[in-house]
């Protein structure tokens, strides 16, 4: 008989130090009121900081909503191997620093190995990028890793929910997200046509 903890979907959520720490609060929000997921979470140094910049909350908070939480320097953590089953990664928001270790596999931290990890061994790589305007050697980096199988998924509202608030901005962007690893959710109206 399996217990209903051994069935839990792995999915590891990575939170660099770009803009849009909010993206991945909501995100973690969301993910914890879903049983059948647990959720291994890995902040960079830098996202650390900017989540105190940029938000009323802090890293702690946003640990205290994943089921184990890994330190980036930790390159023997489970998360870095590929023996350690998961449905994949949400790199949320992603900056164009991490998107280039991952591009190049330059696994010097936790959140670029787990990354490149899940590209090793086909698993969902989804990298919400986070930066405006992008210059030809952004876009030929984000194209490579599209290549290598990543996601890429930057924040861009959908008008058409007629978003009223911050929240409803964030909520499109993680709903969007969340679709990629087939988790259900309502978090933004979705076009029914004209």
Not at 47 to 54: M, S
Not at 75 to 85: E, H, K, N, T, V
Not at 98 to 119: E, I, W
Not at 124 to 137: A, D, N, S, Y
Request: with cysteine; aromatic share 6%; proline share 4%.
């Amino acid at each position: 008989m399996t217990s209903s903890k051994s069935a839990r979907r792995r999915l590891i959520v990575g939170v660099s130090g770009a803009s849009g720490s909010l993206y991945a609060y909501t995100a973690l929000k969301v993910l914890r009121s879903v049983d059948d997921v647990e959720v291994h979470l890995v902040l960079s140094a830098q996202a650390r900081q900017t989540i105190e910049l940029e938000t009323a909350y802090t890293a702690a908070d946003f640990e205290a909503l994943a089921d184990a939480v890994h330190r980036d320097g930790d390159l023997a953590a489970p998360i870095s191997s590929g023996s350690f089953r998961t449905a994949g990664m949400l790199i949320i928001p992603c900056s164009i620093k991490t998107a280039s270790a991952v591009a190049h596999s330059f696994n010097d931290n936790l959140l670029a190995r787990a990354a490149d990890v899940c590209l090793k061994e086909r698993r969902t790589l989804v990298m919400v990028v986070r930066e405006t305007p992008l210059h030809v050697g952004h876009l030929r980096m984000l194209v490579q890793l599209a290549e290598m199988g990543a996601v890429i998924l930057p924040p861009v509202p959908g008008m058409y929910s007629r978003p009223k608030t911050i929240e409803d901005v964030v909520a499109h962007t993680v709903g969007k997200a969340l679709d990629q690893f087939g988790i259900e959710n309502a978090l933004f109206e979705r076009w029914s046509g004209g």
